[in-house]
């Protein structure tokens, strides 16, 4: 290999990292990369490694402590590399690739994919990236206890302005005159599925002392909503009338709509055409990490390009087999480099006018959050890849989405249970779907689940996970149930499928000029591809 010199070394921290590093650590690099045979690009990505597997910064300055660590660990490598390799067993049954192993990640440093500049146009992120960078496991009960007491409050105080009320009622309490009240949905027993007979309503220390009471419907309880039938589940704040007469129990006689965000007005000044590619993790098969699918995902839609790539994780998904496993030989960095950034790299690289988001999961290997409300991924953002929370809320060209790549409507399918109402007025059709999306809007929140099912919750932080001054007009949420999109409540709620399956989904909202109306639903269109077909979504 040819000797490297310094502008080399100092070119790779600035184009990876974004850092500035000192003449005489410059001068240390070159000297480690002569010994080490190591590129620069190497060495930017070893310490970009480095300070992410011990929680730090990839942007901090690399000193003189750093070059210290940076030494050892190559020194590390060394060694690992002149111990003997375990041998590993091939399935003559199996065809063998040519060249390269199948699956194996690429010899050598990366060929250097330089991606044209070419600042965003029309976006603009609304949540706060410092907020998101929390200290998590150090939650006190104390404080999950009062933000679940401020929620109910404050779905309290909408609910009696709403409605016209003098105040909220006790549901503890007996009385012989009917009661609003304001509560959150449990099960008698946590451990327990919801049902009729288990259902509770627990107050807030404010309006109830924190008592919990057992529900009771009325066999022909009513709504004042459309649907015939009403989701219930652990964690829905809802808004009953009914009576207490014996003190042991709630009657209720009606359940009573949550009120709605107001839908995004700005929307109808929507200047352009908005195109946008959606795929989710994980984003390759059980059987390997060769990510093939996502490869072809990036083939297909590069024929007909769009403005936007949407991407939400996992990527480096930390229930793949093979990684539960241990049978895989690189790190997840690596293999998030190789197979996820450098061919976004070239996509981009190929089609100047794309700009991709990319969104993590709380299954990512790659991300040292691992709860939800989660930060973006610890990656050096340029302007053509931009690493955003999860959940995030954006706006393009007027457009608000809200997307994240938790599961809560499989969650909530599995949870939830469907009590039969009757509506006072019009009466809609019943739709599953459309449902699980009216949950997330009504209850203002991209998880109302509680307890948590399966995700790793900072109550303390929940705050984060709320829908500020509007409904989306567009809600992205991947989840393992059948894709679909649904109007509801005037905003598009698109669950895209997953890669993995070879689903994807393509959003294109027209402008309001060129539309049938100003309305984002009357602008919208959605379709689902496999990858073999994903490019004719975009044909005119």
């Not at 600035?14 to 620069?40: G, H, M, W």
């Not at 989660?374 to 931009?386: D, Y």
């Not at 059948?482 to 393509?506: D, M, Q, R, Y």
């Amino acid at each position: 290999m040819a000797n490297v010199d310094e502008e080399d070394v100092r070119n790779a921290f600035n184009e990876y990292l974004s850092i500035a590093v000192s003449d005489e650590i410059i001068r240390e690099c070159v000297q480690l990369c002569n010994s080490f045979a190591k590129t620069p690009d190497d060495l930017a990505f070893k310490w970009q490694s480095m300070c992410i597997n011990t929680g730090s910064s990839v942007t901090q300055p690399l000193d003189n402590k750093g070059l210290t660590l940076l030494r050892k660990e190559l020194q590390k490598g060394v060694q690992q590399l002149v111990q003997p390799k375990k041998t590993t067993t091939i399935n003559a049954r199996k065809p063998q690739a040519r060249g390269p192993a199948a699956g194996s990640l690429p010899h050598g440093p990366p060929k250097r994919v330089p991606v044209i500049k070419s600042e965003p146009s029309g976006i603009q992120i609304h949540d706060s990236v410092k907020e998101r960078q929390y200290r998590y496991m150090h939650e006190r009960l104390t404080e999950r206890s009062t933000v679940l007491d401020d929620r109910l409050d404050e779905f309290a105080e909408l609910v009696r302005v709403h409605y016209n009320l003098e105040d909220i009622g006790d549901p503890a309490s007996t009385s012989d005159e009917e009661l609003v009240v304001v509560g959150r949905i449990c099960c008698e027993e946590d451990s327990t599925k919801l049902n009729e007979s288990s259902v509770m309503l627990e107050t807030s220390r404010l309006m109830g002392a924190g008592m919990r009471v057992l529900l009771k419907f009325n066999p022909s309880v009513t709504t004042n909503g459309e649907s015939p039938v009403l989701p219930l589940y652990p964690g829905a704040i809802v808004a009953l009338k009914g009576i207490n007469e014996t003190g042991e129990w709630f009657q209720v006689s009606q359940i009573l709509s949550i009120p709605l965000l107001p839908n995004n007005i700005s929307c109808s000044s929507q200047e352009r055409p908005v195109s946008m590619a959606i795929a989710a993790g994980p984003f390759t098969i059980d059987s390997n990490l060769n990510y093939a699918e996502f490869k072809h995902f990036l083939g297909q839609i590069g024929s007909n390009t769009p403005s936007w790539v949407l991407l939400l994780g996992p990527f480096v998904d930390v229930n793949h087999p093979s990684i539960k496993s241990g049978d895989v030989d690189y790190s997840p960095l690596e293999l998030f480099r190789y197979r996820i950034l450098e061919p976004l790299r070239t996509f981009l690289d190929e089609h100047p006018t794309t700009t991709a988001l990319v969104i993590p999961s709380v299954r990512d290997l790659i991300s040292h959050h691992a709860v939800f409300p989660q930060a973006p991924l610890p990656l050096t953002q340029t302007n053509r890849i931009l690493f955003l929370p999860n959940p995030c809320t954006f706006s393009i060209d007027h457009v608000k989405f809200a997307a994240s790549s938790t599961d809560i409507f499989f969650s909530l399918q599995r949870s939830t249970l469907r009590k039969k109402v009757v509506p006072t007025g019009k009466t809609a059709t019943f739709d599953g779907m459309g449902t699980l999306g009216a949950c997330i809007l009504e209850q203002r929140s991209f998880y109302p689940l509680f307890p948590s099912d399966d995700v790793n919750l900072d109550v303390s932080h929940s705050e984060l996970l709320g829908f500020q001054g509007s409904n989306p007009d567009v809600l992205i949420i991947p989840s393992m149930l059948k894709h679909f999109h649904k109007n509801v409540h005037g905003t598009v709620v698109i669950n895209p499928g997953k890669a993995s399956k070879s689903e994807h989904s393509i959003l294109r909202i027209s402008d309001p000029l060129s539309a049938r109306g100003a309305q984002i639903v009357d602008r919208v269109e959605v379709q689902f591809s496999a990858v073999s077909s994903l490019s004719k979504a975009f044909e005119d």
